[in-house]
């Protein structure tokens, strides 16, 4: 959760129970705040662990607070948010198979937000960064030769 401002920090206070925090100068203010912003979090830690993430969800959103929960990777790949906003994407890789990966959060209106192509494989961009930074195409391949660096065939670009 976030809590911006004096007016959601006293919408807090109401939503956990805790009005008498309200009254406590070192919690009116901002300034306040952040001048004792050390024993403010600890006592935020200390009320967060009341209740469940699920009841504190309900709470602040009714508080107008902006909330929502801490994910693991698992649950993450399960936010309904996400799903419905059809963030995880599959793509299908050359080499490596189906592929999840995140699309691009913006959108243009006249140029669409999807990278050129898929995570290239270990070494499959050696030439190209390697030739930017200034070698030749001569101390590139003794590169490869002497296995300072690998050099795999290139991935196609995405569809």
Same mark, same amino acid.
């Given at each position: 959760?976030?809590? *911006? ?8 206070? &109401?939503? #956990?129970?805790? @009005?008498? /925090?309200?009254?406590? $100068?070192? *919690? ?6 952040? +001048?004792? !912003?050390? @024993?403010? *979090?600890? @006592?935020? %830690?200390? !009320? /967060?662990?009341?209740? &469940? &993430? ?5 709470? /602040? ?9 801490v994910h693991d990777l698992e649950s993450l790949l399960r936010d309904p948010h996400l799903a419905a906003t059809d963030f ?5 890789? $050359? &080499?490596?198979?189906?592929?999840? #990966?995140?699309?691009?959060? %913006?959108?243009? =209106? ?14 499959? +961009?050696?030439?190209?960064?390697? #030739?930017?930074?200034? *070698? ?17 065939? =290139? ?5």
């Open positions: 959760m976030i809590v *911006y401002n004096d007016k959601q920090w006293r919408s807090f206070f &109401t939503a #956990s129970g805790r @009005e008498d /925090l309200a009254e406590n $100068p070192r *919690y009116t203010r901002f300034a306040a705040r952040a +001048q004792h !912003i050390d @024993e403010v *979090y600890a @006592e935020l %830690a200390r !009320i /967060l662990a009341t209740q &469940t &993430t699920a009841d504190w969800i309900a709470r /602040l959103e009714k508080a107008d607070i902006p909330v929502m929960p995880f994407e599959i793509a299908e890789h $050359p &080499t490596e198979g189906s592929i999840r #990966s995140m699309r691009v959060a %913006a959108e243009w =209106s006249e140029t669409p937000a999807v990278p050129p192509r898929l995570a290239p494989r270990l070494g499959e +961009q050696s030439r190209e960064i390697l #030739s930017e930074a200034g *070698y030749s195409e001569r101390e590139i391949d003794g590169m490869i030769d002497t296995g300072v660096t690998q050099c795999i065939e =290139s991935v196609p670009p995405r569809a």
